[in-house]
């Protein structure tokens, strides 16, 4: 695995667009097998996407990785109105500019 390649944790069907990208595609079975597999990731990669339903089990360790500058942990939304997905862009939008935006105006 290499630092300049990108990783992405769900579900191999749905995913395989990032595949054709060039990311490594990774589809952990419940929490503790999707812990493990984002840690190992944590060290071999400088992006990894992680879809909301898998997000939800590692949420504490996403958390960590926002005081560093790598690697970048991107959650994505997996259905429309994915209001975990949606909330947490929303938190680092204000986060990072100081103010909130209406999100749900753009679509997002």
Known sequence: MAKDNFAVIGDKDK?????????EIFSPNGEKDTRAVLGRLLANFNQIFITSDYARYVSDIIEDTKNKPYPIV?????????????DKIKQEVKK?????????DLNV
């Open 15 to 23: 995913m395989l667009i990032f595949s054709l990208a060039g990311g």
């Open 96 to 104: 990072t500019l100081g103010v909130d935006l209406a999100l749900d």
């Open 74 to 86: 991107t959650i994505l939304p997996v259905r429309e109105n994915d209001n975990y997905a949606t």
